[in-house]
Each structure stands twice: as structure tokens, then as C-alpha cells.
């Protein structure tokens, strides 16, 4: 009789015995998660999270569908929540609800989809190795976990707050993908809970359209082009989802790309010139961690042409030996391991690293789904080459866990970085001296802490290299109208924010603070007419609407005054100040 061809599973150990083993170590991957993130867990904000979370007004209001859903354009100034992300902002409302505004319940949000993301990944490896090399080998799957948990680049994305888009997506897309891979045959329930689970890593970053070009590479690396044919029907499902997502978001956003960046996008053939080289970096920053920053923008700006399409060439070559590893029937185990942990490296990157530009050439934290691909490589080399080389075991043993702690002690020291405003924005300066957007946050930090002259001399430093700097303008406006400030200067001040409107007029912040220093020099006609300039760009900034109110009522519109700070209660429920003026306007 002849055999079949077809590969069969070899029977593994006792299944309550394996679920024993599967639980003791997820639990173990969680400790070490909590552990290792435990010194970040009150980290200010930073960044997006001040302007995105800290002074959102709509993390103050009651939950409502219409405070995640509404239309693109009403979110001016990125003071609302993302209509584009509603999962991720969902999460950040009920943490804001959970702590009060603090960032602990944040960080802890993060740190256990931290956790879980590693766990489904320490799973997914044991998977594969199962399916390639025919044995069990629970140890590689932890190595994998505990190589992502440590990683210096992947703690960027958690201690970073904003960050919680790419942790979450992420948990998402590999738990879905660990209900479609870990039987040939998946059940219905499995299907419908994972399309449930790629719906959901949509609502928090869009860049988790990628979930079926994954599974379509799973199965070609695990059983051949004839299992892509077998498992037609399991695709279905997720390709539908993803065009219903693609075709839905069209219609409500008027486009696929970046939403919040705008015209300020780059080119889209730069843009595309560049990425070969961010991704050969992210691949860099992951196995070797030094030059990490928050900021990569005037790095990878610095690449030349030349450099730029020999990356692609680089990453091009690659990526078609991974494909015929594949494709090939004779491939080896470890080359079906090399070629899917790099497929999966190069798929997760392409959403933002191709033809689709943002304002950012290279961030860190979209390596952070990217990096499951890489620790899946080096753990399964690592297992196989212990596996193989049973004299040099031990020896092997020390120099992992030495490369473990090693990546757990530059975590450690990330988590200091991201603690400190002015730590983060320095080591982007030690990058670049002239990095705008490390000098414009840093400008903010001393400002925020009454710094003046380091504030100063930041933006002045700006100005010194491009005098058409709007905001630059806007920022030293605010510092010379501080009263804590000795230099104050209100005339000084009224001129740098008509400078900085000139070249800026969408500035509603600017509009603001120009009509702060209108109101106390008690020209309350000009300040008005600012403050309307202002709520007709941000029609939600709760400030605008009290200070409306306050000019209504030194120009003895009273009625006027009580609308706008009911609009300002609307807004903030509870808000202190607009309830006392309303008890003193209409004594109730």
C-alpha cells in the first residue's frame, strides 16, 4: 500500500498535562511583565498623551458612542478622541475613569497587554516549532516571550502611554491568529471569535489589516502551497472584515492613510525611498539597542539616495528568499522559520512603511508588532542551535540569560528616559542639536515647570533656524504673558502671537492665549473676537468657551455669559469654575 504524503502531528504529551505546563507559563510571563514594568508604573504623560489624553475634554465626559464616533473633520487640533482608533480611546477613557487622571491605571493597562501579546507569541512559537520540527519545545516558546517582554525597542511602545494603540492591536491580531493556526481545521466558534478579535485590533490601530496576509504566511511556511488551498474558507472571513473595513473608513474619512497628519504628510515618493532603510533600522534597534529615541525623524531624513535603494535592495532580496523558502517542498526547518519570522517582520511593517505616508519618516513603536517576527527567529535559532549542540548546552544557557538581563537593564533604564520630560528630549537632542520637535517639547516641559529662560532659549534656538516658525512664535508669546515670569512683557508677548498667527492662523491656541492678554488689558472686543476665531477652529476647548463667558460678562451680556458656561458644563461636567459663575449670575 502505498503512504501518504500528507504530514501528520506527532502526538504530544497528555493534554491536562500540557495545559498545566501552558498555564504555569503564561503565568510566569506575566510576573516578569509586571515586574520589569513596575518602576514605570508612574511615568508622567508625555507627548501625544498630554495634548491626546491629559487635555482631552472628551476623557472628562460620560461615556458616549458619540464622543468615539463623529466625523474626521470635527476633530480639530487633536484635542478629541480619534474617531479612526475608538477601541484605543475607549481604553483610555476607562483608565482616565479608573484613576482619576492619573497615569497608573494607563501603565497597567499597558504593561498586561504587554504580557499577553508575549504569551500569545510564546504560544505561536511553540506552534511552530511543533509543526516544523516535530517535538515539543515549551522553552523556546518562553525565550520568545521573554526576548519581546525585554526588549529596549518594544518598552518605547509600553512605557509610552499613547503607545496602547500598537500593544493592543497587537494582542489582538496574535490572539486571533493563535484561534485560526492551532488546529488545520479551525472550529466555527474559533472563526467567529477571531474575525471578532480582527474587528476589534482594527478599532484600535488600522494598521492591523495585515491579520490575513499573517495567517496566509503561517500556513505556507507550515504546510505548502497546497495548505493555502485547504484553508480557503478560513480566509474568507477576515478578507471581508478587511474590506468592509477599508471600504467603511473610506466613506467616513475620505481616505486610507495618515488622518492626522494632513498636508503636513511627506511626499509620497520620498516617503517610500526611505522606508527600506527605517525597516533595516527597527531590525538594527532590536537586536542591537543603542541610538534609541522617541524622535528617529532627522536620522533617517539624513539617509542619500544611494543608501536608500540599496536598503530596498537588501530588504527586496530577503524578503524573495523567505518566499522560496515556502514555496519550496525541500526546505529545511530552520528555513521555514527564517522565512516566516521574516515575512512576518516585513508584513507588519508595510501599512506604514510603503506608499501610504505619514508625517513621521520613523517611529519606534511601529516596530512593535514587527518585532514578534524577530524574537520568533532568534528564540527558534537559539532552541535549534542548543538542540544541536548538546556539549555547549550550558554555555548556551548563560549567554541567553545573560542577553535576557541585558535587555532587561537597558528596559529598566528606558523606564527613567520616558520618566523625565526633559531626559527624553535631551537624548533626541544628543541625536540631532537642531531636532524642532525635540526643542519645541522640551521648550514646553520648562515652560509647564516655570523655567522661563530654558524655554526661552529653546525656541529661540528654533527661530535662530527657520524665522518663519510659527508655533516657535507662539510659545515665547505664552512665556512673556506668564505673571510668574520676570521678563513679562504683554506688548512683547501680543507681538510674537501676531507674528505667529501670520504664518499660522489655524492656531487656536495661539487665538487663546492673544486673547488672555486682550481680556487683562481689558480690551474685551479684540479678546472675543479671538476667543470665537479659537471655538470655531476647536469647537470642544472647554477654556475658550469660559473665558467667552467672562468676556460677555465684563461687556454686561449676561444671558450670553450663562450660555456659554452651561456649553462649558456640557462639555465638562462638574467643571468647578463654570458652576460657581453660574451660582453667582443666577443665585442657584
Not at 514605570?40 to 491626546?52: M, S, T
Not at 497587554?113 to 511552530?128: G, K, R, Y
Not at 480566509?235 to 497628519?261: I, K, Q
Request: aromatic share 10%; hydrophobic share 50%; proline share 5%.
Amino acid at each position: 500500500m502505498k503512504k501518504s504524503s500528507k504530514k501528520k502531528d506527532l502526538p504530544g504529551p497528555p493534554v491536562r498535562a500540557r495545559t498545566g505546563l501552558t498555564a504555569l507559563l503564561a503565568a510566569g510571563i506575566v510576573a516578569a511583565a509586571v515586574l520589569l514594568f513596575f518602576p514605570a508604573r508612574e511615568n508622567p504623560f508625555v507627548l501625544d498623551d498630554v495634548a491626546k489624553i491629559e487635555a482631552n475634554p472628551d476623557m472628562r465626559l460620560p461615556f458616549g458612542f458619540r464622543h468615539f464616533f463623529y466625523p474626521y473633520s470635527e476633530n480639530s487640533g487633536e484635542f478629541r478622541n480619534d474617531p479612526s482608533r475608538p477601541l484605543t480611546f475607549m481604553v483610555f477613557w476607562l483608565c482616565w475613569r479608573a484613576g482619576s487622571g492619573s497615569p497608573i491605571p494607563f501603565h497597567v493597562a499597558n504593561t498586561l497587554l504587554h504580557a499577553l501579546a508575549a504569551v500569545f507569541l510564546a504560544w505561536l512559537t511553540v506552534l511552530s516549532i511543533r509543526r516544523l520540527f516535530r517535538v515539543e519545545a515549551p522553552e523556546a516558546g518562553l525565550l520568545a516571550a521573554l526576548l519581546f517582554l525585554s526588549s529596549p525597542l518594544m518598552a518605547g511602545t509600553v512605557v509610552y502611554i499613547y503607545g496602547l494603540s500598537d500593544v493592543l492591536s497587537t494582542a489582538l491580531c496574535l490572539g486571533a491568529l493563535l484561534l485560526l493556526v492551532r488546529r488545520q481545521e479551525p472550529g466555527a466558534g474559533a472563526q467567529v471569535l477571531a474575525s471578532a478579535l480582527f474587528l476589534l485590533a482594527l478599532g484600535a490601530k488600522q494598521s492591523a489589516i495585515v491579520l490575513p496576509a499573517l495567517l496566509v504566511a503561517w500556513d505556507l511556511f507550515m504546510g505548502g502551497s497546497g495548505e493555502l488551498k485547504r484553508r480557503v474558507r478560513v480566509y474568507l472571513p477576515l478578507v471581508l472584515a478587511a474590506c468592509v473595513y477599508l471600504g467603511g473608513r473610506w466613506l467616513a474619512f475620505g481616505r486610507l492613510g495618515d488622518l492626522e497628519g494632513g498636508a503636513a504628510v511627506h511626499q509620497t515618493g520620498f516617503y517610500a525611498s526611505m522606508q527600506g532603510a527605517a525597516m533595516l533600522d527597527y531590525l538594527k534597534l532590536m537586536v542591537i539597542p543603542t541610538g534609541l529615541t522617541i524622535d528617529h525623524l532627522p536620522v533617517a531624513g539624513a539617509y542619500p539616495l544611494w543608501l536608500r535603494l540599496s536598503a530596498w535592495a537588501v530588504v527586496g532580496a530577503l524578503s524573495i528568499v523567505a518566499l522560496r523558502a515556502g514555496l519550496k517542498r525541500s526546505s529545511s526547518p530552520v528555513q521555514r522559520l527564517l522565512g516566516l519570522g521574516w515575512l512576518v517582520f516585513i508584513i507588519t511593517l508595510l501599512p506604514t512603511s510603503s506608499l501610504l505616508p505619514t508625517v513621521d519618516l520613523m517611529v519606534e513603536r511601529r516596530a512593535y508588532f514587527a518585532g514578534a517576527g524577530v524574537f520568533l527567529i532568534l528564540a527558534g535559532l537559539l532552541w535549534h542551535l542548543g538542540r544541536r549542540a548538546r556539549v555547549w548546552r550550558n554555555a548556551l544557557l548563560v549567554v541567553v540569560a545573560a542577553a535576557v538581563l541585558a535587555q532587561g537593564a537597558v528596559t529598566w533604564h528606558r523606564h527613567d528616559v520616558y520618566g523625565s520630560p526633559e531626559a527624553l528630549w535631551r537624548e533626541s537632542l544628543a541625536l540631532n542639536p537642531m531636532n524642532r520637535r525635540a526643542l519645541t517639547n522640551l521648550g514646553t516641559y520648562y515652560s509647564r515647570v516655570e523655567r522661563w529662560d530654558d524655554a526661552v532659549d529653546a525656541f529661540e534656538r528654533i527661530l535662530s533656524h527657520n524665522p518663519g516658525d510659527g508655533p516657535a512664535y507662539a510659545k515665547l508669546a505664552y512665556i512673556y504673558a506668564q505673571p510668574g515670569y520676570p521678563k513679562r512683557d504683554d506688548r512683547k508677548a501680543l507681538e510674537y502671537l501676531d507674528k505667529g498667527l501670520a504664518l499660522n492662523p489655524d492656531n487656536f491656541l495661539g487665538l487663546f492665549n492673544k486673547a488672555i492678554i486682550l481680556f487683562r488689558m481689558e480690551s474685551f472686543a479684540e479678546a472675543e473676537e479671538s476667543l470665537q476665531r479659537a471655538v470655531a477652529l476647536s469647537p470642544n476647548y472647554v477654556a475658550a468657551h469660559f473665558m467667552l463667558g467672562e468676556v460677555a460678562l465684563r461687556m454686561g451680556r449676561t444671558d450670553e455669559a450663562v450660555a456659554h458656561f452651561r456649553e462649558v458644563l456640557r462639555l465638562n461636567p462638574g467643571d468647578a469654575a463654570a458652576t460657581d459663575r453660574l451660582r453667582e449670575i443666577t443665585g442657584r
